[in-house]
């Protein structure tokens, strides 16, 4: 079986082949995996511009697809079925991606898969990782997601956490933004908190203590979701508050690169921790036999070396995506079309884009 997998969700358009192996430990492999990311064109105006994003996907799509069929030494008649991320994600952006994908399919009369881009994350994680021990917690943080999961067998997701306002990836962005740094922020602030100290400034993170009485139960999983919630906007508000406390104290425009480096490294240092003490605490109290990191901040160097610290000690797996899989591309979104085409899963022709897809 090979497969193409198309994502288009965000500001990456990307196309990838993922084949399926004779081996029963990695039954997946990467044949190609393209990215064209839009970052140059967003970054002038400091975050993605939805209508410009779903423009450069209508014009970077067949090259990139292109790209992924030569790279992989495939033709357009080699491939066996199409996936695609069906959402959430801007919804311009998804369409383009699920046009194409829809056109292609019906065009080589092969199944068309729909994905959710974060099962896509989630299988990043056995796609570099083969299998891994279940139940899994795994942990999806992105610059749209900040989700726990819990996969108690291969393809089934539950979810068991999310953050109740800003994503994780989004808070980076933010605090890069009142710095005065580059976006996409995350690398940034990584890059920036080696140089400081992460107990500089004491930043809070807001921890759920009961469950939210007004949200409706999360289908399929009767625990105390409400206590792995999560909450990012108002350690973005502190920082803010921060910076403009102490350039009114010291008459300043811009704080000096050190300290710069020092709210960097207290930021990160307090994100890390909330997100690894309730992934942690939920893999205690489910019983998890591995615990799994994915999205766009699973490229944090401290997450990736705190989450393994954390891991050594508790003597739990941890597992995380290569850095080209971590954020945004379609070789997760083949991985995941596999997944669902394995439980019988395709899409009629009149599949739809949706931009609040739930999992
Ligand atoms: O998964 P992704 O590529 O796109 C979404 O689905 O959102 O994640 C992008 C997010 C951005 O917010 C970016 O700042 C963050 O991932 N990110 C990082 C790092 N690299 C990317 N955040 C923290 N540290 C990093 N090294
Ligand atoms: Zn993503």
């Not at 956490?161 to 996409?184: H, I, N, S, W």
Request: hydrophobic fraction near 45%.
């Amino acid at each position: 079986m090979r497969i193409l997998g198309v994502e288009t969700s965000c500001d990456e358009t990307a196309a990838a082949v993922v084949v399926e192996t004779a081996e029963a430990e990695r039954p997946w492999a990467i044949a190609s995996s393209v990215i064209a990311s839009q970052v140059e064109i967003h970054r002038e105006w400091g975050g993605v511009v939805p209508e410009l994003a779903s423009r450069q996907h209508v014009r970077d799509i067949c090259g990139v697809t292109e790209r992924a069929l030569s790279d992989a030494e495939l033709s357009w008649t080699d491939l066996d079925a199409v996936a695609v991320t069906q959402g959430p994600g801007l919804v311009g952006s998804l369409l383009v991606g699920v046009a194409f994908a829809k056109s292609l399919a019906l065009t080589l009369r092969v199944p068309l898969v729909p994905v959710h881009h974060l099962a896509g994350h989630i299988e990043s994680l056995f796609l570099h990782n083969g299998a891994l021990p279940l139940p899994a917690v795994v942990l999806v943080v992105s610059g749209g997601h900040t989700c726990l999961y819990l996969v108690p067998t291969p393809g089934e997701y539950r979810l068991i956490g999310r953050t109740r306002d800003d994503a994780a990836g989004e808070a980076f962005d933010k605090v890069a933004k009142v710095l005065g740094l580059t976006y996409p922020g995350g690398p940034v602030v990584d890059r920036m908190a080696r140089a400081g100290n992460p107990r500089a400034v004491g930043f809070p993170v807001a921890r759920m203590t009961h469950r939210d009485r007004t949200r409706p139960p999360t289908p399929g999983y009767a625990g105390r979701a409400g206590m792995t919630d999560f909450s990012f906007s108002g350690i973005k508000t502190a920082v803010k508050r921060h910076v403009a406390g102490r350039l009114a104290e010291t008459g300043a425009d811009a704080l000096p690169e050190a300290e710069l480096a020092d709210i960097c490294a207290s930021f990160q240092r307090a994100v890390v921790d909330a997100l690894l003490d309730r992934t942690f605490e939920a893999a205690r109290r489910l019983g998890a036999r591995s615990v799994g990191i994915a999205g766009g901040v699973s490229a944090n160097s401290r997450l990736r070396e705190d989450a393994a610290t954390r891991g050594d000690a508790r003597g739990l797996p941890v597992f995380l995506p290569t850095l080209a899989l971590s954020t945004d591309n379609a070789a997760m979104i083949a991985a995941a079309g596999l997944r669902q085409l394995a439980r019988g899963v395709t899409a009629a022709p009149d599949l739809n884009a949706d931009a609040a897809l739930s999992l």
